[in-house]
């Protein structure tokens, strides 16, 4: 899971829509697009069809969500005595991530990181969360299309949360796994520690570890052990005067300079600076 990604995800809705059996008799039972140039991210709630983005495909039945993005031929066929019925939300989107105190933004043309085809992962609730988003949008009251946003952005929190516990059924081992050395992060962290040494703590190659742990947390076991490390330096700047230099070795760091650099990069102010703001 690309949290990095959805961390900054900022949508632009363009319309939502149903597909539903009107609209598959106006179009002979199917829907083809040669360059898709809109996001979309769709619920089937009735009938069953097919999806083909390119070369793959996937059959279509009720409870499934999946996604297209632009540049894709896109297939969609169903039959006159099961028309596949959905909600359909097209969008653009960008990525906003803050370093400090400034902002970055970039578009962005490629699929979430959700899964393209993705089985009955959020139930009910999930169907209850494209009705609302549609109500929402077809009603056109004034700022409908801010709340139509939120709605999406909860929407889309549904489906990434719903893949969070399919994936963590999935491998309840490697949540464990990474549970232990959160564990042993958070204890550790004032000594020195590296990536092979937290590895071997849960006894898997470091490779692999990192790769796992990232997929869980969003950033790498370094990244995780200098978030502890510079929360604790934020405890400390706030409630004392303890020399910059102390702050660093209390919370795991040998190089002062170093710890300065990553502390400025992190909040947009020096530790000094933090601490009189």
Known sequence: MDYDLLNGFSPKLLDVVVRDAPYWHTFECQSLRESTRLHVLAYV????????LGERQWELK???????????????????????CFYSV???Y??????GCTAEWRESNGPLPLGIVL?????????????????????????????ARIEFLSTVRLVAAG???KRAADEAAGAAAVREAIAYMKSHYRKELSRNAVAQEVALSPAYFSSLFKSHTGY???????????????????????????????????????FTRLFTKETGMSPREYRHA
């Open 220 to 258: 790498t076991p370094i990244q995780y052990i200098h978030r502890l490390r510079l929360d604790r330096a934020k405890q400390l700047l706030r409630e004392g005067e303890m020399p910059i230099r102390q702050v660093a070795e209390e919370v795991g760091f040998a190089d002062s300079f170093y």
């Open 45 to 52: 709630y009735a009938g069953s069809g097919s999806l083909r």
């Open 163 to 165: 893949g969070r516990r």
């Open 119 to 147: 089985p009955d992962i959020g139930g009910p609730d999930a169907r209850e969360a494209f009705e609302r988003l549609y109500r929402i949008w077809q009603d056109k009251d004034g700022g409908n299309e801010w709340e």
């Open 62 to 84: 009720p409870g499934m969500i999946f996604q297209v993005w632009p540049g894709e031929r896109m297939l969609i066929k169903t039959k006159w005595s099961e028309p596949v």
């Open 90 to 92: 097209h969008y653009m």
């Open 94 to 99: 960008g990525v906003l991530h803050w370093k």
